[in-house]
């Protein structure tokens, strides 16, 4: 709501300035601003404009994890993550816009310091109360909304309520007043618009003004505006019913979005019960105090953050807070465990979705360490968060145990490195004998393993193997046979590796373990196949068949990557190809950097073989971006990969001459992350000749035929985003979203998104 002017001053200090911060009270506008003029500057940054949501972390030492999300780095290595994005930002022209760092400013400064010194062509947006203080930092004061803004403000969000409400002469006078009192505030006008769908804008004044009187006497040091947002807010707190007040305190334990279903698994105890929580939301909704996005199949709900810290404050008050921490973490630890346990099946991918949407809250969960021995007097003691068997357990055995649930979210969903430091931060808090932590021993093992950090794996398992021992856990016993197979085999020992997984596979047979039965049937048909053992296809096409009837997706496709090489090392170039695009497919929706990496290689050197250089060059970039990404080798894995690559490089750099050669592999290194890098392997040759600019492009972007708005969701398909993820991205419906990418379909002629993915890179 206007805004010209500051929008046009920020742009211009964005263009003489890296660092741009806007200051202002909570509720001023701060954030709004800063995503209208994201929204406006998108085609000034090649290299993306992103958007860093700070409000729901918790602890500063997450805050590179969150920015590195956002951006979509995968943090799958053992590099810091701050240096993670710095190489990834370094070269790039982008705008990041760092929303709400006012309690983490000691974390952000030199987090956004070392980016600017790495990245020339960097520019931040952050938005605070107070000031980042980092050199060469520009600082505008957001100023509350002029009154012709303010008042045009409160008609359209009151005729959102109460339809046909005008501002007009017989109210005209009244209203000014009202946003006069309200200083301009855009998040105190909203509030006070939600009670104009009963009241007249002469009650709401008349209430308001009590409040201010009674606010001006407690609390003279307050500066004006926070004066008038806490009277705004503790006004709407008033307006609440007991039971309305007791939910808004009770979200206020959740970090970023929630859904329903949690809600009413945590909130739900003394004073509310499961079945009312969802007409109380809807009233916090229907009064702006709870934000729910339009356009998802599964709403997810949020509080601005100025509402759940005043939330926040009055759960503490209320001595509730330690109990309803504990009910969520014991909601999200219930969650994560009957995930893992569904893991096994066709719902990978879903799994992986609703982990990430939840990551924040997993995040805090895990950060929660003061237990306490019960809830408070009078609480009800039962309902879904507290039935779970963990509810009861330590504390530190509880963040154990939802740290180890969490495996695949950690291993498969782009999230390695956050994983080693939960689990590791985890185990040393909670170093009890205890199954959970034998369990989670296994899982430190397993993303050690991917890290190819065998030794910290080899500690992590003979740990596990003791205890498992002790407490009589054959099936993770079991698992530590094969983990060690693994290792084995990254070890290059074929023997040992054979011998290991075998056991495996017979112990979680003989204990009727069918997930472990077939997950390790895979991997033994993997090492089969490395080995040229004899009986190799015979189980891995057992293995396939078990894995397919159960609808598993992520260890087929390792497989399918490694019986893609056999086919390739015996000459059976199209059977090696197929393979290894199967594979590839099986992985769209997985955020596996190190498996996407070694999958785009292999299908490097199957092209290559087949005669086609430049897209053999573009690949070996592709695979090259994400090996940086995960930090890992060529030969991590498999020595022998390293040959294979040098092979390939030779033949392509011979057949390009060195400088085509060097221009086709950096074109496929400015990819960015698996999704891309799937992609782009699964485009047409065609297609990918063209984003790579071998061949002239068809739609030259000086003449795209595409609007403003496709473009910009052409830009968000080449990310890999869903058009549920574009839609809440966009704050569009799916189905608007689905109609944009089959309009783009047309205009471009192409049949399917990979296609639309390849053309945006070539723009």
């Not at 974390?107 to 980092?134: H, Y």
């Not at 953050?305 to 504990?326: I, N, P, V």
């Not at 004899?534 to 390792?558: C, K, Y």
Request: charged share 20%; proline share 4%.
């Amino acid at each position: 709501m206007g805004r010209r002017m500051e929008v046009a001053e920020v742009r211009r200090l964005l263009g003489a300035s890296r660092l741009v911060t806007l200051t202002g009270a909570g509720g001023v506008g701060k954030t709004r601003l800063a995503l209208e003029v994201a929204a406006g500057s998108a085609r000034a940054f090649s290299g993306g404009v992103w958007l860093v949501d700070l409000a729901p972390v918790r602890e500063s030492s997450a805050v590179p994890g969150v920015v590195a999300d956002a951006l979509g780095v995968a943090d799958m290595g053992t590099r810091p993550v701050a240096e993670l994005l710095a190489a990834h930002l370094s070269e790039r022209r982008a705008l990041v816009v760092l929303d709400n760092c006012e309690h983490l400013v000691d974390e952000c400064a030199p987090l956004v310091q070392q980016l600017l010194f790495v990245a020339p062509e960097l520019r931040i947006l952050a938005t605070s109360r107070e000031t980042l203080c980092v050199t060469g930092e520009h600082v505008l004061a957001v100023a509350p909304l002029p009154q012709a803004d303010a008042a045009e403000l409160l008609r359209q969000r009151t005729a959102a309520v109460r339809p046909g409400f005008e501002v007009a002469e017989a109210n005209q006078a009244v209203a000014a007043r009202l946003c006069a009192d309200l200083d301009g505030l855009p998040l105190a006008i909203e509030l006070a618009a939600t009670r104009l769908r009963s009241l007249t804008v002469e009650q709401v004044v008349q209430r308001l003004e009590d409040r201010f009187a009674l606010l001006s006497a407690g609390s003279r040091t307050a500066r004006p505006h926070q004066q008038t947002l806490r009277a705004a807010i503790d006004w709407s707190w008033e307006l609440c019913s007991p039971q309305e007040q007791l939910l808004w305190s009770r979200l206020s334990v959740f970090a970023g979005s929630f859904t329903l279903d949690a809600a009413e698994g945590i909130c739900c105890a003394e004073g509310i019960a499961a079945a009312e929580v969802v007409d109380l939301l809807d009233r916090l909704v229907a009064q702006s105090l709870v934000e729910q996005p339009e356009g998802e199949e599964t709403p997810r709900y949020r509080m601005l953050e100025t509402l759940r810290q005043y939330g926040q404050e009055q759960l503490a008050a209320s001595g509730e807070e330690q109990w309803m921490r504990r009910r969520h973490r014991d909601f999200f630890l219930a969650m994560a465990e009957r995930l893992y346990q569904d893991w096994f099946g066709p719902r990978q991918a879903l799994i992986l979705t609703r982990l990430r949407a939840e990551h924040a809250n997993l995040l805090a969960a895990l950060a929660y360490r003061d237990g306490i021995a019960g809830a408070p007097t009078g609480a009800a003691t039962s309902g879904p968060a507290q039935a779970h068997p963990c509810a009861a357990a330590p504390c530190g055995d509880g963040q154990v145990a939802l740290a180890g649930a969490l495996i695949y979210h950690w291993a498969a969903g782009g999230y390695l490195g956050e994983g080693r430091r939960q689990l590791e931060r985890a185990l040393a808090a909670a170093p009890e004998p205890t199954p959970a932590r034998a369990r989670a021993l296994v899982a430190a093992a397993h993303l050690a393993q991917t890290q190819y950090d065998l030794a910290a794996a080899g500690r992590w398992l003979d740990e596990a193997d003791d205890l498992a021992e002790r407490l009589g856990e054959p099936v993770v016993r079991a698992h530590v046979r094969g983990h060690r197979g693994v290792s084995a085999l990254y070890a290059g020992r074929l023997d040992d590796a054979l011998s290991h997984v075998e056991q495996a596979v017979d112990a979680h047979t003989a204990l009727g373990d069918r997930f472990g039965e077939v997950a390790w049937r895979c991997a033994l048909a993997l090492v089969q196949v490395l080995g040229g053992h004899p009986q190799a296809l015979e189980t891995a096409a057992e293995a396939l068949a078990d894995a397919e009837a159960h609808g598993e997706r992520w260890a087929r496709a390792h497989l399918l990557m490694v019986l893609g090489r056999r086919a390739w090392a015996l000459g059976d170039q199209d059977e090696a190809k197929a393979l290894t695009i199967s594979s590839l497919e099986l992985l769209q929706g997985f955020s596996d950097t190190v498996g996407v990496a070694k999958m785009v290689e292999q299908l490097a050197w199957i092209t290559a073989s087949a005669g086609d250089h430049p897209r053999a060059a573009r690949l070996l970039g592709a695979a090259r971006s994400l090996r940086e990404a995960a930090g890992i080798t060529v030969a991590s894995g498999d020595p022998r990969d390293e040959d294979y690559h040098a092979r390939c490089e030779a033949e392509a750099s011979q057949a390009l001459g060195r400088a085509e050669y060097d221009k086709a592999l950096a074109d496929g290194a400015a990819i960015d992350g698996p999704a891309q890098a799937i992609a782009y392997a699964l485009a047409p040759a065609t297609a990918i000749a063209t984003a790579a600019g071998t061949e002239p492009a068809a739609t030259p972007a000086a003449t795209s035929p595409l609007t403003g708005r496709e473009e910009q969701i052409a830009a968000l398909v080449a990310q890999g985003m869903t058009s549920r993820k574009i839609a809440a991205e966009l704050v569009l419906s799916p189905r608007t979203v689905d109609n944009h990418v089959n309009r783009i379909l047309t205009k471009l002629g192409f049949s399917s998104r990979a296609q639309i993915a390849a053309w945006w890179t070539a723009q």
